[in-house]
């Protein structure tokens, strides 16, 4: 079906950055929305930011104004790029997406593996 493969995560200092991608692959027909969330140890997953394919975002509000993300239609491909990172954002971070598989206007939601995230003091 769809495959969702997340790449640069890693570790780095406080105030350092970093920049996700997230590859869609398989039978897609279109992709309605694409976006990140994260979790940490025993905490609940939740959303970071969001893009959708009108360009409309939106960002959970703990990492407004220092992460951006954005997207490559053509390659199935959204990024996430952080800024001044804490040690707060310490997580796995997740690709999701919402994607239409077929002429039928069913949509569905795919998941990737995670990718970690790990910020130093």
């Known amino acids: 079906q769809v495959q969702l493969v997340e790449s640069g995560g890693g570790l780095v200092q406080a105030g350092g950055s970093l920049r996700l991608s997230c590859a869609a692959s398989?039978?897609?027909?279109?992709?309605?929305?694409m976006g990140w969330y994260r979790q940490a140890p025993g905490k609940q997953r939740e959303l970071v930011a969001q893009i959708t394919n009108g360009d409309n975002t939106n960002y959970a509000d703990s990492v407004k104004d220092r992460f951006t993300i954005s997207r490559d239609n053509a390659k199935n491909t959204v990024y996430l790029q952080m800024n001044n990172l804490k040690p707060e954002d310490t997580a796995v971070f997740y690709c999701h997406a919402n994607i239409r598989t077929s002429w039928y206007p069913e949509q569905n939601d795919f998941w990737g593996q995670g990718t970690q995230v790990t910020v130093s003091s």
């Open positions: 398989g039978k897609i027909f279109s992709i309605n929305a």
